[in-house]
């Protein structure tokens, strides 16, 4: 079955510490995009990109890294530099040009 | 400042009565819009969308209006089931070169569809 997956599906850090969270696609997507769901929030996004080893800012890329090397993989880092990164983050693939993006199941992120 | 904007929060109907979402936007360069049904914890699942260039996309209970001009969109479903209680958001996509692929995205509107 092609899909998306997102691991893990919660994940727990301590202040201060660097956490990446997996992404990965078989729907032989080429672009690529990472949101944040907050509490009464749309998915606000992160980093996107449309094609491998090439990636571009979203409109709250403070605070978090991204790389590209596979075409199947969009690995998110949350580093200690985001002032609130507890969140539900979302992965999502797309054809490139194409209209409907694809969510993965999520993660959830939890600060203590 | 929001582009993408649902004033209701919430809206809670009947079941087998109609469900009517509504989304407002601001950007005029937004040139396609969809649909997205989610349930907690989960991702959202594309439902339905439409070009700029309708008015009117329908796919079997669930059919969407576009008013240009007044730059509104609607999701209408009919009838309604309980399985359809979900948060719904809408999301457009600019039409501006490189950065056509960007989604953007509306709060959400919770919908409860009571037995």
């Known amino acids: 079955d092609g899909g998306i997956t997102q691991s893990p599906k919660y994940l727990f850090r301590k202040e201060g510490q660097n956490v990446t969270l997996s992404c990965e696609q078989n729907?032989?997507?080429?672009?690529m995009y990472w949101y944040r769901q907050d509490p009464g929030q749309g998915l606000r996004l992160i980093y996107y990109?449309?094609?491998?080893?090439?990636?571009q800012k979203g409109d709250i890329a403070e605070g978090y890294s991204v790389s590209r090397e596979k075409k199947e993989s969009f690995p998110l880092t949350v580093t200690s530099a985001q002032k609130n990164p507890t969140a539900f983050y979302l992965c999502a693939s797309s054809r490139t040009g194409g209209d409907e993006q694809f969510f993965g199941p999520g993660t959830r992120l939890t600060v203590l | 400042d929001q582009q993408v904007k649902q004033n209701s929060p919430s809206l809670s109907v009947q079941e087998g009565r109609i469900s009517i979402l509504n989304c407002d936007y601001t950007n005029s360069m937004f040139d396609y819009f969809l649909w997205y049904k989610k349930y907690p914890a989960e991702g959202p699942t594309f439902l339905i969308s439409?070009?700029?260039?309708?008015d009117k996309n329908e796919d079997g209970r669930f059919t969407v209006f576009l008013n240009k001009s007044a730059k509104h969109l609607s999701l209408h479903i009919v009838p309604s089931q309980p399985g359809d209680s979900a948060v719904y958001f809408c999301a457009a996509r600019g039409n501006s070169g490189g950065s056509n692929y960007k989604l953007t995205f509306g709060k959400g509107t919770l919908l409860t569809v009571n037995p």
């Open positions: 990109s449309q094609i491998v080893n090439d990636f």
């Open positions: 439409i070009s700029s260039i309708k």
């Open positions: 729907l032989n997507h080429d672009a």
